[in-house]
């Protein structure tokens, strides 16, 4: 290898991995936008409009950051170097994700009360701009119990209640979250849905 190839390999090199990292953390950000976006136009905007701005501009300061960065330290471009920024834009990309999934378990393990003594059926959870969480339960007590217990738990949290037993549900809402508790006395099941409000324009 000659002295003229050298800084042209390692040009290269540095080009590429600021590409990758760039690329990584412009996705990270649109997922983001995306899982936490307030408004079905927020979701479209994302796609069609803050999404490619967002990509680009992100590679274009990551081409540039890493050429910089790789003059003070010849260090970060070398062959080990490609395997750990692909790794690394990797999980930034799944960053917004998993954050999402624990966030929307969190609620439901914390966020909805579980009846007392009830058994926990099932657990589901549905990620992006809507998010929604789903838990049903089965308990033997009578619907007033149930609607009474709910209803004062609720606003116990600083929830604002809704209460109506004609349609055996409570409505409970805070910012930008609402949460319907549903009771089938036939069958005993309670069924608590999260969801996220759409912010209104």
């Not at 983001?32 to 274009?60: H, K, N, Q, R």
């Not at 080990?80 to 393990?109: D, E, H, K, M, R």
């Not at 966020?111 to 003594?117: E, R, S, T, V």
Request: proline fraction near 4%.
């Amino acid at each position: 290898m000659t002295a003229d190839s050298q800084p042209r390999e390692s040009a290269w090199r540095a080009n590429l991995l600021g590409l990758i990292w760039g690329a990584g953390f412009g996705l990270a950000v649109c997922s983001f936008l995306i899982l936490y976006s307030t408004s079905a136009w927020g979701v479209i905007g994302v796609f069609f409009v803050l999404g490619p701005l967002v990509l680009l501009v992100s590679i274009v300061i990551g081409v540039i950051a890493y050429r910089v960065a790789s003059r003070r330290s010849p260090r970060l471009v070398s062959s080990g170097s490609f395997a750990v920024a692909l790794i690394g834009a990797t999980l930034l990309v799944l960053t917004p994700t998993v954050g999402q999934t624990i966030q929307l378990y969190w609620i439901a393990y914390s966020d909805i009360p579980a009846y007392p003594g009830s058994q926990r059926l099932e657990t589901r959870i549905e990620r992006g701009g809507g998010a929604r969480v789903t838990v049903r339960m089965h308990t033997s007590a009578r619907k007033a119990e149930v609607l009474k217990y709910y209803a004062d738990e609720l606003r116990n949290r600083e929830w604002k209640i809704d209460l109506d037993p004609s349609f055996f549900s409570v409505s409970a809402s805070k910012p930008r979250s609402t949460l319907l508790v549903y009771f089938q006395e036939t069958n005993g099941e309670i069924r608590a849905d999260w969801y996220r409000q759409y912010a209104s324009h």
